[in-house]
């Protein structure tokens, strides 16, 4: 499609060559995806949906993103770029509604390998195991997921309180201590809270079920690790 036309797999032109040919990524309402080049996503014969000013792309001319992948929310995608100051990573996603309603890409085990290989290949945009775009068969095929067993737990409430989203990994929304779920709240159990780089932001034992943290943590997702006074080791929750 880099030739000036768009051809289809007969080879056959159906319209002209897309204003790029670099990353593909699914961000408005509809089915198809969007362009992605640079730190821009435009619209294929429209105009510009996200221009991420002050971010910058990687592996100098092929201008690729950081991550493209469907991280939260529902099936759209999130775009992730470095700060033009390497300092930050930022992520974008869209605010566009759309009326369709299927599971997240990530449900979809070739999806989120692809997402996996481009961290550690060929950087390339990733693909679900079957067709997603405007005339597929809906609804698109079931997850073939079944469960560990693991339980669900419920966070405490009150000041600090976070919300569980993974066996040891909780969300920060604020205050001066945060409270533990079950199996991190021992009275010889010494806990550490990590951030995404590995860096401990707060280190003790839980008094009452709660962890206090130092003045100024920012808001996030945090990994949490515990030892107890006994030897060291990560304690994960039951089943």
């Not at 990687?58 to 992730?80: C, H, I, Q, Y």
């Not at 034992?205 to 515990?226: A, R, T």
């Amino acid at each position: 499609w880099g030739a000036g036309s768009l051809l289809d797999t007969h080879g056959k032109s159906v319209g002209g060559s897309p204003s790029s040919s670099n990353f593909a990524v699914w961000w408005d309402g509809d089915l198809m995806r969007e362009l992605e080049n640079g730190t821009t996503i435009s619209k294929v014969g429209g105009g510009t949906l996200l221009s991420a000013v002050g971010c910058a792309s990687n592996n100098s001319t092929k201008s690729t993103p950081s991550l493209t992948a469907d991280l939260f929310g529902d099936w759209r995608e999130e775009v992730m770029w470095r700060s033009s100051d390497n300092k930050e990573l930022r992520i974008f996603t869209t605010t566009i509604p759309t009326e369709y309603r299927m599971y997240t890409l990530m449900h979809d085990p070739e999806y989120r390998m692809a997402v996996a290989w481009q961290n550690v290949a060929y950087n390339q945009p990733p693909h679900v195991d079957y067709y997603l775009g405007t005339g597929m068969a809906f609804p698109p095929p079931k997850p073939d997921i079944v469960t560990d067993g693991s339980v669900s737990i419920a966070p405490a409430r009150g000041h600090g309180a976070v919300r569980q989203a993974g066996s040891r990994m909780l969300r920060f929304d604020g205050g001066e201590r945060i409270a533990m779920p079950w199996g991190f709240a021992g009275a010889s159990q010494v806990v550490s809270l990590r951030d995404a780089f590995g860096r401990v932001r707060a280190k003790g034992i839980p008094k009452q079920g709660y962890l206090n943290v130092p003045g100024g943590l920012p808001e996030g997702m945090y990994f949490l690790e515990s030892e107890t006074a006994k030897g060291n080791g990560r304690i994960s929750l039951p089943r």
